[in-house]
């Protein structure tokens, strides 16, 4: 029987979402056979170190956001030559700082939002871009800092006084339209989902909060466009070198009539695994289920040194 360590937790601002996906993956590991020992990440490195020894045949790699999901801990299980799900070092750094992942999709000719990097006293003296505009982190998940600039909204010098995830923003385009996202597996992108937010846009509270958004699948596009979206996905996924599964989110601007312009916001080395994550429910839709899933990627897990 393989023995498995599922990390969760850690120390990002996402460390409550990895925690419900860290219990909901230890459950379905056990269900699927394995022998699990959960290792709750914190701020001690040598804690987590000393309770990968001795080692175990594979690290499930349940935590999101930064150190978790920006290629630190990947560096680390790769030094003590553990294999671990989901994507490697340069995979995880790179998708994670969303200002070199466009840069990478931007050479691959995947569809991106016109936008730059700007240092936060910018946006305090002047609007960077046309409104509306979006201003997010570099470097966060799950939507974490996330906000839109509108016309007549008056809190951009505010929202620069108040902003606590660095220097370095991101500053982007407005898309018009619809929320989708497609999971990749491997090889195979797996279905186009559309995100019904039953808030203002698709922020944490929407994801991560029971009956905060509606999820269909397959979303109700024009085929074309569903195909293109699949095809994205899978190019984008390959571009950065993902190992495992992904996930990539989009904006589809169809307010013009379809088939629309479909864009490439990011995409996310550590799908969330939690009751209302989108992966599961993809896989769940092309007939695998969560202890399924959760088998499949400890089978497909690897050491990347």
Not at 56 to 74: K, S, Y
Not at 106 to 128: K, S
Not at 219 to 241: K, Q, Y
Request: aromatic share 6%.
């Amino acid at each position: 029987m393989s023995r498995v360590a599922v990390l969760y937790g850690g120390m990002s601002a996402e460390r409550d979402v990895s925690l419900v996906s860290g219990t909901q993956v230890i459950a379905a590991l056990r269900e699927a056979g394995y022998a699990v020992v959960p290792v709750e990440v914190g701020a001690d490195l040598r804690a987590v170190i000393a309770a990968l020894d001795p080692a175990p045949d594979v690290v499930f790699n349940a935590l999101h956001g930064r150190f978790g999901e920006d290629g630190t801990i990947q560096g680390v299980l790769d030094w003590l030559g553990i294999p671990y799900t989901h994507s490697g070092v340069r995979a995880s750094a790179v998708a994670m700082d969303k200002a070199a992942a466009k840069a990478v999709f931007a050479a691959a000719g995947l569809p991106v939002a016109r936008g730059r990097v700007i240092d936060i006293a910018e946006l305090a003296q002047a609007d960077p871009l046309a409104r509306p505009y979006v201003v997010k982190p570099v470097n966060e998940g799950s939507s974490v800092g996330v906000e839109i600039m509108h016309e007549g909204d008056n809190r951009r010098a505010a929202l620069a006084a108040a902003w606590r995830h660095g220097r370095d923003v991101m500053v982007e385009e407005y898309i018009p339209g619809r929320e989708l996202t497609v999971g990749v597996m491997g090889d195979r992108a797996l279905a186009v989902t559309e995100i019904v937010a039953g808030t203002a846009f698709y922020d944490y509270q929407a994801k991560y909060a029971a009956g905060g958004s509606r999820h269909v699948v397959p979303a109700a596009i024009h085929p074309d466009a569903a195909a293109h979206a699949l095809e994205v996905a899978l190019a984008a996924h390959r571009a950065l070198g993902c190992r495992g599964a992904s996930r990539a989110d989009f904006r589809y601007d169809d307010t013009a009539g379809e088939p629309g312009r479909l864009v490439l916001l990011e995409v996310n080395t550590q799908p969330g695994l939690t009751p209302t994550s989108l992966l599961p429910e993809q896989a769940a839709y092309r007939g695998m289920g969560f202890p399924q899933l959760c088998a499949w990627m400890v089978e497909n897990a690897a050491c990347r040194a």
